[in-house]
């Protein structure tokens, strides 16, 4: 994800040809905001390095 996002890419298309000819690690993009799912394709956007994996906006710890 890290690396993803600071390479400027915001989106991973998943489709046949992606889940044939590479490893595709679905419990990790599993985890991303699915933006479209049409037959047997899959459009994830990758969160930014501020959010997590889940999508959600990661909040840094108190540190009182």
């Known amino acids: 994800?890290?690396?993803l996002?600071?390479?400027?890419v915001d989106y991973?298309?998943?489709?046949?040809q992606e889940r044939n000819g590479f490893m595709v690690d679905r419990n990790a993009i599993g985890r991303?905001?699915?933006v479209l799912a049409t037959g047997?394709?899959?459009l994830y956007r990758v969160p930014t390095a501020n959010e997590k994996g889940?999508?959600?906006?990661?909040?840094?710890?108190?540190?009182?």
């Open 1 to 3: 994800q890290r690396v």
């Open 5 to 8: 996002s600071r390479r400027g």
């Open 12 to 16: 991973i298309l998943v489709g046949p």
């Open 32 to 34: 991303w905001p699915i």
């Open 40 to 42: 047997s394709y899959e």
């Open 54 to 64: 889940d999508g959600q906006t990661a909040v840094a710890p108190d540190r009182r």
